[in-house]
């Protein structure tokens, strides 16, 4: 009688729906932004490290000019506009992004991408501009921390319009779905961070030096 049992159980077992497990797990939820957190707070440290390095190194002139002989405080002012447009335009896209507008978010965001590139352009003129007066990185401990600190958040600017050019093109064959809106959130908060940076560049850095 148990056999029979036993071969029933097993009988039943067979006709039973198999249960199926993904090869891999779905992604978890806010997974991204946690890490994409983790990852600006490294990069705070980063900065922060350069920020001090500035900060004991600023003075160092070595007889050789100073910031305020140096700075052009209007062209700055007028970088850090750019800089600081490009956020609002960011947000601007997003705002279309929420809407599912396609188009409107591409719009801004080639518009965040133009005022990038002014702020990148403005930013190597400068540094060209410092350079054929002799005060390049090896002119003083002051100079190698400064082309050191603002080059650092140059090339951060560079790697978002990188990153940004590649989003707007898988916006544009994929539209905005799922794996795109996580990317533009990481993207965003990327900007944002360093928006937040160069204000302190601004103010550490130029400001300060000029004043």
């Not at 992604?27 to 983790?38: D, I, Q, R, S």
């Not at 990852?39 to 900060?55: K, N, P």
């Not at 702020?119 to 350079?131: A, D, M, N, V």
Request: charged content about 10%; some cysteine; aromatic content about 14%.
């Amino acid at each position: 009688m148990s056999d029979i049992r036993i071969h029933a159980g097993a009988a039943a077992g067979a006709l039973a729906p198999r249960a199926y497990h993904l090869a891999h797990e779905p992604h978890p939820e806010n997974g991204t932004a946690l890490g994409f957190w983790l990852y600006l707070m490294s990069d705070c440290l980063i900065f922060a490290a350069l920020f001090a390095t500035y900060g004991v190194l600023g003075r160092s002139y070595a007889a050789g000019p100073t910031g305020a002989q140096l700075f052009d405080l209007p062209l700055v002012a007028i970088n850090t506009a750019f800089l600081l447009l490009s956020s609002i335009t960011f947000g601007f896209a997003m705002l279309r992004k929420q809407l599912g507008d396609v188009k409107g978010t591409l719009l801004w965001l080639g518009i965040t991408g133009l005022f990038g590139l002014c702020f990148l352009g403005l930013e190597l003129y400068e540094f060209q501009h410092l350079i054929h007066q002799g005060a390049g990185p090896q002119r003083s401990a002051f100079l190698s921390a400064f082309f050191t600190l603002v080059g650092t958040h140059g090339l951060h600017v560079t790697f978002g319009l990188v990153w940004l050019v590649v989003l707007m093109l898988q916006i544009n064959k994929h539209g905005l779905i799922p794996e795109n809106n996580r990317r533009l959130m990481c993207l965003s908060m990327f900007w944002h961070f360093l928006d937040v940076v160069w204000i302190g560049v601004f103010t550490f850095v130029y400001l300060m030096g000029v004043l």
